[in-house]
């Protein structure tokens, strides 16, 4: 099995910044077939949102959700299943437990989709 360790999360004041991480460890041959990573959201009351995903490929394409496109940046370590969501400029909407979320696909044909326990950030003065 794969496990992911988020990290990072906490209470900022609106306009502030906070970085998370996400970590995933366990078996070699299935963190290998991970091809995906990214982060979702779920504030009280709301269903689960994508915020952000990267490709773990040479090409790290990124996708980030139009909410917070210019003030959230993916990125990840290359060559490793770490990532990283940089939040800049939080406003209280924001406010919400964020999920990791790693994917792909084995060479045999098996689905992997794997979550983390989820870290809170609170967005507030």
């Known amino acids: 099995q794969v496990q992911l360790k988020e990290s990072g999360g906490g209470l900022v004041q609106p306009g502030g910044s906070l970085r998370l991480s996400c970590d995933a460890s366990?078996?070699?041959?299935?963190?290998?077939?991970?091809?995906?990573m990214g982060w979702h959201r779920q504030a009280p009351g709301k269903k689960r949102e994508l915020v952000a995903t990267?490709?773990?490929?040479?090409?790290?394409?990124?996708h980030v959700a139009d909410s917070v496109k210019g003030r959230f940046t993916i990125s990840r370590d290359y060559g490793m299943r770490t990532v990283y969501l940089q939040m800049n400029n939080l406003k209280s909407e924001d406010t919400a437990v964020y999920y990791c979320?790693?994917?792909?696909?084995?060479?045999?044909?098996?689905?992997?989709?794997?979550w983390g326990q989820g870290t809170q950030v609170t967005v507030s003065s």
């Open positions: 979320n790693a994917w792909g696909s084995t060479a045999w044909g098996a689905q992997l989709d794997y």
């Open positions: 366990g078996s070699s041959i299935r963190i290998s077939s991970i091809n995906y």
């Open positions: 990267i490709t773990l490929g040479d090409s790290g394409t990124t």
